[in-house]
């Protein structure tokens, strides 16, 4: 998806299911506090009882047991990290569905699980949510959102209609160029599962229409196509997924497989033509009791006319977002995971990025790379929700992030 997409989507997701979990499986009852009544000797004893006064008879009557899957409001805080838009807060305000199969041990599942969980996690919780967030350098995020899944988890659907004004950088042969993208976005992606196996196929819409402004002049030899003051961009997807994970939001072991094509076109309503196609792969490998070893790999492309918001850039912790963008671009990392005790983990990762273009002032002549520390605090055990904070470091600075759930 086109950079700017993915920047509204990270807040969005964050509002909608970044903790999420907090209600939990909420299946204690509310019951009126113990009571010690004594109990009547004879017949006689229970006749010569009188009659209660009205009010005690009432106080006695034990309180009205609150259904556990009654559906529920809940406002969420967003804590926004991303080094291309800066820090910044949000609140999301959440409706979480009544569960349709009034399950109380029904557990929800993690942020990720919006569209790649297993057949062994929950289904992803049914709710929908408005949100709203600022961040230190004046973006403006606001929209609505709700996601579902149907037949028994063999459809799910999460779909977004949002408004943004973000405030990013763009690289020319290594030099930022402040711009402003402001915009309405609507997406939504439908999966469908094979059977009851772990393979999903799935189609997707993104639809922008936003207008762009640079801070400063773009050089001469910069095509003036790809940065179009007023824009439309429409796309449809076709995506093929396989996950074997034992659980999203910390795998222990297990692989996830994802490939996704993405067309953009004139022929749909929008302002350009060019393929995006992103293929993902995960594993996670549990190497002792107390150890887990992550691996990654990330490859993007594009061809055709695209515009500069929509080249697919290097994503890892400790690079900004849009800060190496190529035609062609490829990531791996691996993380190794320490759980100290069931609800403490510390974390280690590094990574490389690569990318080639065609177009000469996308070029660099920094070696790519970021590595770093991190820890992870389980806050609610029975749903498997982790929360912690990552320090990375790449090749031009330090940056930390919040973390709900994996960083993958």
């Known amino acids: 998806m086109a950079a700017f997409n993915k920047i509204v989507l990270i807040l969005i997701i964050l509002a909608l299911t970044g903790q999420a979990s907090a209600f939990g499986d909420q299946t204690a009852n509310e019951?009126?506090?113990?009571?010690?009544?004594?109990?009547?000797?004879?017949?006689?004893e229970t006749e010569a009882e009188p009659p209660l006064p009205a009010d005690e008879e009432k106080a006695k009557k034990p309180k009205k047991t609150k259904d556990p899957n009654r559906g529920r409001f809940l406002p969420i805080p967003i804590f926004i990290t991303e080094p291309a838009i800066g820090e910044g807060l949000g609140l999301a305000l959440a409706y979480f569905h009544r569960p349709k199969d009034n399950l109380e041990?029904?557990?929800?599942?993690?942020?990720?699980?919006?569209?790649d969980a297993s057949r062994e996690q929950a289904p992803p919780p049914t709710?929908?949510?408005?949100?709203?967030?600022?961040?230190?350098?004046?973006?403006?995020?606001?929209?609505?959102?709700?996601?579902?899944?149907?037949?028994?988890?063999?459809?799910?659907?999460?779909?977004?209609?949002?408004?943004a004004d973000v405030n990013s950088t763009f690289y020319v042969l290594d030099q930022p160029l402040k711009f402003n993208l402001e915009g309405t976005l609507v997406f939504q992606d439908t999966r469908f599962r094979f059977g009851d196996s772990k393979w999903f196929w799935g189609i997707g819409l993104s639809y922008l229409d936003a207008s762009s402004a640079f801070q400063?002049?773009?050089?001469?030899?910069?095509?003036?196509?790809?940065?179009?003051?007023?824009?439309?961009?429409?796309?449809?997807?076709?995506?093929?997924?396989?996950?074997?994970r034992d659980n999203t939001s910390m795998p222990n072991h297990g692989q996830f497989f994802e490939l996704t094509a993405w067309r953009y076109d004139e022929a749909i309503g929008g302002d350009f033509d060019y393929w995006n196609t992103k293929?993902?792969?995960?594993?996670?490998?549990?190497?002792?009791?107390?150890?887990?070893?992550?691996?990654?790999?990330?490859i993007s492309t594009i061809s055709g006319d695209v515009p500069f918001f929509a080249i697919?850039?290097?994503?890892?912790?400790?690079?900004?977002?849009?800060?190496?963008?190529?035609?062609?671009?490829?990531?791996?990392?691996?993380?190794?995971?320490?759980?100290?005790?069931?609800?403490?983990?510390?974390?280690?990762?590094?990574?490389?990025?690569?990318?080639?273009?065609?177009?000469?002032?996308?070029?660099?002549?920094?070696?790519?790379?970021?590595?770093?520390l991190g820890g992870r605090y389980r806050v609610f055990e029975a749903q498997n929700v982790w929360v912690g904070l990552d320090i990375a470091r790449g090749p031009e600075d330090t940056y930390?992030?919040?973390?709900?759930?994996?960083?993958?």
């Open 31 to 44: 019951t009126s506090p113990d009571r010690v009544v004594a109990e009547p000797t004879s017949a006689t």
């Open 105 to 115: 041990s029904r557990s929800l599942a993690s942020p990720d699980s919006i569209g």
């Open 127 to 163: 709710v929908t949510g408005v949100f709203a967030a600022y961040t230190s350098n004046k973006t403006t995020v606001a929209g609505i959102g709700h996601m579902n899944s149907f037949r028994d988890d063999h459809i799910r659907f999460s779909g977004v209609v949002g408004y």
């Open 216 to 244: 400063v002049e773009l050089p001469e030899d910069v095509p003036i196509d790809l940065f179009r003051n007023d824009l439309r961009n429409i796309g449809l997807s076709a995506e093929l997924a396989w996950d074997t």
């Open 279 to 298: 293929l993902k792969l995960l594993s996670f490998h549990r190497l002792h009791e107390k150890f887990v070893l992550g691996l990654r790999l990330d």
């Open 312 to 372: 697919p850039y290097v994503s890892l912790r400790g690079i900004p977002a849009l800060r190496y963008q190529g035609n062609r671009v490829g990531v791996a990392e691996i993380e190794g995971r320490y759980n100290i005790s069931p609800k403490l983990a510390v974390i280690g990762f590094g990574g490389v990025g690569s990318v080639s273009s065609y177009l000469d002032f996308l070029k660099t002549e920094q070696n790519i790379y970021a590595y770093g």
């Open 400 to 408: 930390w992030y919040i973390q709900v759930g994996h960083a993958w």
